[in-house]
């Protein structure tokens, strides 16, 4: 088959997409990234071809903090919410779309599967079935679909216990309607419009997103994921996607590892990292009079002289790591909250400590705290005492650990590389016989 994998241009969007495009070119379909011209060398490293973004689409936005240096200067809530969808993820989506129907036009795909937040598929979805070709949607975020007690994606709410709650939740909804999710509908509904498709049937764009297509595949497990009583049928869960793989070298320190001590891992992240103060170096100094642990440190890109204060004699920093290599070794990860990250530490039991607010990084915390898992900071800048209590009552508690290593057992039983071939098969049977 002729397979088509795109994302909004953002490592963390993207990632997912190219694993799932080299399990499908190990199965021997022929397949092609289309993305911004700056990942070109990342979907060649994973056995792809490549076409980039046309025009304006073809934007760089791996610093996000340079592409839209505004957007540090925003106060958190849901104004701000929909100005980073808009500019981020919206705005250049009629030239997305235009290479999209140009690239399919030229290729003939078989199927396109693009990232839960990239808007192009859209124009598409909302046409005549016969004119496109079967459509999957990955997602790289939590689960976005309407929740049973009213609450909005991105408020970082718990599942309501409660008639009270649930109430609180709606009103919090409802304030929030005007100024974050209805002026995104009526957005994408205007870019429709002028390319001749109807609007949206339904007042989510995050519902659109998991609804319209012919399967959506959400990276992770029922169980770290809060129930829904309606979930659509294209729903299915993949568990987790292999670490991308990269041809970083172990560090010189890489022996260290191997001792007795139990193995801390810091990170920020690759767009979050622009101020290692942030948790990097208040993990360092938390910690550094604990010798039963080893904390090691990636920072993502950033030069490691940027990282203020001293590096203790526990303490290992690098600027990239190999994480297949590494994360098997971890007993913990303090994390700001990746959703990628925190879904290959929980694969393999590992208990975590967060320390993050922005993008999606409260709902990622809520629903660890929810499940057990670890334990959330509920703060981009932790103090070091803060974080020293979190890691040592993440090792004292075992119920960290046994609900962690459960939640890997879960993971065990699914196969993400055999769920999307076969989805891809069934979604491009299902389009043959819906045409026959």
Known sequence: MKIIVTAAPLAGHLNPLLAAGRMLAEDGHEVIAYTASVFRSSAEAHGLGFRPFPGRADVDMRDLDTFFPERKLMPQGFETLRVNFERIFMERTPDQYAGLQALTDEFEPDVIIAGGLFYATLPMLLGPRSKRPAIIHCGAIFLGFSRDDGALPFSGLPPARNEEERAAYREIAKKAQDGYMMPLVH????????????????????????????????????SLEYPRRNLPSTLRFIGALPTPARAFPLPDWAGDLDGPRKIVLVTQGTVANFDLGRLIAPAFAALADEPDLLVVAATGGRPIETLPGTIPPNARIAEFLPFDWLLPKLDLLVTNGGYGSVLNALSLGIPLVIAGTTEDKKEVSARVTWSGVGISLGTDHPEPADIKRAVRLAFDTPTYKSRAAAMAQEFESYDPHRIISSLVAEAVQNRHFAEG
Request: overall charge negative.
């Open 187 to 222: 957005y994408l509904n205007s870019m429709l419009d002028k390319l001749g498709r109807p609007p949206l049937a339904m007042t989510s764009f995050f519902d659109a997103s998991v609804m319209l297509p012919d399967f959506y595949l959400q990276p992770g497990v029922p």
